[in-house]
């Protein structure tokens, strides 16, 4: 028997029960610990998932990308200026397509007007030609009848 009347055996008993219940109660804690990191750590990390979402899907040619509202202020932050980014990035490449197509219409309608010019000037350039062919017939008669008298004159 001990000092305070127990036995041995139920010292043992004690000890080896506190032991089970000291361990027990480590692992608990150690599962509540790993669970609330877990789940803090994805409270934390989800922002960042879903802004490397948004930057891919920006790569990607998506400009109308929109993050959700997260709920720390720095990542209300990031999410601000992301969708600002986004915005003005879907504008910019809206301006650009809208002044894309005014362009192929003003070189659609330049081209069709340099068309009817072409074809106009190749009307004139027949027209100079024959009018050239006409000139050179005229000039070739007028001289064969100017040589003609002089040479009867001659010969008579």
Same mark, same amino acid.
């Given at each position: 028997?001990?000092?305070?009347?127990?036995?041995?055996?139920?010292?043992?008993?004690?000890?080896?029960?506190?032991?089970? =219940?000291?361990?027990?109660?480590?692992?608990?804690?150690?599962?509540?610990?790993?669970?609330?990191?877990?789940?803090?750590?994805?409270?934390?990390?989800?922002?960042?998932?879903?802004?490397?979402?948004?930057?891919?899907?920006?790569?990607?040619?998506?400009?109308?990308?929109?993050?959700?509202?997260?709920?720390?202020?720095?990542?209300?932050?990031?999410?601000?200026?992301?969708?600002?980014?986004?915005?003005?990035?879907?504008?910019?490449?809206?301006?650009?397509?809208?002044?894309?197509? =005014?362009?192929?219409?003003?070189?659609?309608?330049?081209?069709? =007007?340099?068309?009817?010019?072409?074809?106009?000037?190749?009307?004139?350039?027949?027209?100079?030609?024959?009018?050239? =062919?006409?000139?050179?017939?005229?000039?070739?008669?007028?001289?064969?009848?100017?040589?003609?008298?002089?040479?009867?004159?001659?010969?008579?």
């Amino acid at each position: 028997m001990t000092e305070n009347g127990e036995s041995p055996q139920k010292l043992t008993d004690y000890k080896k029960s506190f032991s089970f =219940q000291f361990i027990s109660l480590l692992c608990f804690v150690a599962i509540i610990l790993i669970i609330s990191s877990i789940a803090i750590w994805k409270h934390f990390t989800n922002p960042i998932k879903e802004l490397l979402e948004g930057i891919s899907s920006i790569s990607a040619g998506n400009f109308r990308t929109k993050m959700t509202k997260p709920s720390l202020h720095e990542f209300k932050v990031l999410h601000s200026s992301f969708n600002n980014m986004a915005k003005k990035l879907d504008d910019l490449i809206s301006n650009y397509e809208a002044l894309h197509l =005014q362009l192929e219409e003003k070189v659609a309608e330049r081209t069709a =007007q340099l068309t009817k010019v072409n074809e106009s000037l190749k009307q004139t350039n027949e027209r100079l030609k024959q009018l050239e =062919q006409t000139l050179r017939e005229i000039f070739e008669n007028i001289a064969h009848d100017l040589k003609t008298p002089i040479i009867n004159l001659e010969m008579a």
